[in-house]
C-alpha cells in the first residue's frame, strides 16, 4: 500500500466548468475525507464517509459540490458551475475508525484547483 | 466554542536554535491532540498523538508535550529540512472532525 493518492495533482480550469476529483485511500482503513484548505490556513472539512456511506456533510458546502464513493473504495468529488472562491488545495485522507480511538489521518498529496 | 490557536504564525530560526512552537485549545473532553506536519504543496503528513496532560512523544529533533489547556512542539537542534508548517489539531465533540489550527510556518536558515 503506498499511501492515500489524489489524482489530479494540478487542475486549472475556467469559471462555471464542472471538475472533477480523484482520491484512492489506503486499503484497511474504513473512513475517507474531504478537506479543503487555503493559503496560510488549517485544513477545512467538507465531508466524510465511512465504508460507502457519505455520514456528514459541512454546512458551509454548497450543492455544487458532491461526493460519492461507491463500493467504499475510492472516492470522488466534483464541484459544478466552478467559482473563481473555489480555488483551493482539496485534500482527501482516511483513517481507522475504532470504538473511541479517533486515529490520526494519512493525507494524499492533495489536488491544487485554480478556477479563472 | 471549540477553538485551536497557533503561535507564532512564522517563526524563523538560525540552524541549531532550538526553540518551541505553541498550539492551545479549547474544547470540552480533550480525545487527543495531533500533530503535522506540512510541506508546500503537500498534504500534511502525521508527527504525533498525544492524549492526556504529562504525556510528551518524540521524534529525531521534535518532541511534543501536552497540558490540560496546550500542547508544544520543542524542536531541538534544528536542520535545514525541519522547515515547514507544524498544524495541530483536536477533535470536537463529533466522532469525526478535527479542529484545526492555522499553523506555525517554521524556516531554519543554514
Known amino acids: 500500500d503506498t499511501g492515500v493518492s489524489q489524482n489530479p495533482r494540478h487542475k486549472i480550469t475556467k469559471r462555471g466548468q464542472n471538475v472533477t476529483f480523484r482520491c484512492d485511500p489506503i486499503?484497511?482503513?474504513?473512513?475517507l475525507y474531504w478537506y479543503r484548505q487555503t493559503l496560510g490556513q488549517g485544513p477545512e472539512f467538507l465531508t466524510y464517509?465511512?465504508?460507502?456511506?457519505?455520514?456528514?456533510k459541512s454546512r458551509l458546502l454548497s450543492d455544487r459540490f458532491s461526493a460519492e464513493r461507491p463500493k467504499g473504495s475510492f472516492s470522488t468529488l466534483e464541484i459544478q458551475r466552478t467559482e473563481q472562491g473555489d480555488s483551493a488545495m482539496y485534500l482527501c485522507?482516511?483513517?481507522?475508525?475504532?470504538?473511541?480511538?479517533?486515529?490520526?489521518?494519512?493525507f494524499g498529496s492533495g489536488t491544487r484547483l485554480t478556477v479563472v | 466554542e471549540d477553538q485551536v490557536t497557533q503561535s507564532p504564525e512564522a517563526l524563523r530560526l538560525q540552524e541549531g536554535e532550538s526553540s518551541s512552537l505553541n498550539c492551545s485549545y479549547t474544547?470540552?473532553?480533550?480525545?487527543?491532540l495531533f500533530w503535522y506536519r506540512q510541506d508546500p504543496g503537500k498534504g500534511p503528513e502525521f508527527l504525533f498523538t498525544l492524549y492526556s496532560a504529562g504525556e510528551e512523544k518524540e521524534k529525531e529533533r521534535l518532541k511534543a508535550t501536552l497540558t490540560k489547556k496546550e500542547s508544544f512542539l520543542h524542536i531541538t537542534a534544528p536542520k535545514p529540512e525541519d522547515s515547514a508548517t507544524y498544524l495541530c489539531?483536536?477533535?470536537?465533540?463529533?466522532?469525526?472532525?478535527?479542529?484545526w489550527g492555522a499553523g506555525t510556518k517554521l524556516i531554519i536558515k543554514p
Open positions: 485522507a482516511s483513517s481507522f475508525w475504532g470504538a473511541q480511538d479517533f486515529g490520526g489521518y494519512t
Open positions: 464517509f465511512q465504508n460507502e456511506a457519505q455520514l456528514e
Open positions: 474544547v470540552s473532553g480533550l480525545r487527543g
Open positions: 486499503s484497511e482503513h474504513n473512513r
Open positions: 489539531a483536536v477533535p470536537d465533540n463529533s466522532n469525526y472532525q478535527l479542529i
